[in-house]
């Protein structure tokens, strides 16, 4: 089992950047998959990026090629780089980690509390 928390949320202009980041604890961060999740009012949480122990990635059309994740495993940090930000990426973003050494956009066991991310138009 690992321990997540999120920090880097805040309010943003339209066009903005921000950086998440996700301290993990315990044991073996380099082993699980690294995932970002979000979730908007009224909405389900939905899958945006994932990133594997050699620093493999995956994202969601929705944020490709404006989001970028990436890893710290000495750090036992997972980052998410948010560019070009638009009000409908408007969320709760959610860390979580996989016990796999395979990407998917399910299966993760472990989630951190969540982290506002408010961009406005």
């Known amino acids: 089992q690992v321990q997540l928390v999120e920090s880097g949320g805040g309010l943003v202009q339209a066009g903005g950047s921000l950086r998440l980041s996700c301290a993990a604890s315990?044991?073996?961060?380099?082993?699980?998959?690294m995932g970002w999740f979000r979730q908007a009012p009224g909405k389900e949480r939905d899958f945006v990026a994932a990133i594997s122990r050699t620093g493999g990635s995956s994202y969601s059309d929705s944020v490709k090629g404006r989001f970028t994740i990436s890893r710290d495993n000495a750090k036992n940090t997972v980052y998410l780089q948010m560019n070009g930000l638009k009000p409908e990426d408007t969320a709760v973003y959610y860390c979580?980690?996989?016990?796999?050494?395979?990407?998917?956009?399910?299966?993760?066991?472990?989630w951190g509390q969540g982290t506002q991310v408010t961009v406005s138009s």
């Open positions: 979580a980690a996989r016990s796999s050494v395979y990407l998917a956009t399910y299966g993760y066991n472990d």
């Open positions: 315990g044991r073996a961060f380099s082993s699980y998959v």
